[in-house]
């Protein structure tokens, strides 16, 4: 392939934005790699025309990071997040899933309150 084949050719995107309500709680997992891994749910209204049925996606995310997973602390189920990152197919004996892996989670709304809620920035030394 050619240098020119190959800057015309389409650039491979794979980014996910989701904003969507935590239906189960971020859970720390130890894989058997030893790596940890952090998973919880996001329930993500459907964008239909006025969402007539009230359908929503159960969407899992999970992360490796323990940057992400600290900015997950303290959210609880109901809470509205807003998560990006990339969808993965993650491999294992006798299956497979897809799920989003996390790159930032982001507090958008606290459960039970109309408030938003930004978290601060930790001060840089």
Not at 35 to 56: C, F, H, S, Y
Request: net charge negative; glycine share 8%; proline share 6%.
């Amino acid at each position: 392939m050619s240098v020119d084949q190959m800057v015309s050719a389409p650039a491979h995107h794979n980014e996910v934005v989701l904003v969507g309500r935590l239906s189960k709680g971020p859970e720390a997992r130890l894989l058997p790699s030893g790596t940890e891994l952090i998973q919880w749910r996001l329930a993500v209204r459907r964008p239909t025309p006025d969402n007539e049925k009230g359908r929503a996606d159960a969407i899992e995310c999970v992360t490796y990071d323990p940057i992400v997973r600290e900015s997950l602390t303290g959210l609880t189920v109901d809470d509205v997040v807003e998560v990006q990152g990339a969808l993965r197919r993650r491999w294992w004996r006798g299956g497979s899933a897809f799920e989003v892996e996390a790159r930032s989670v982001r507090l958008a709304h606290r459960a039970g309150t109309g408030d938003t809620e930004a978290r601060p920035e930790e001060p840089s030394e």
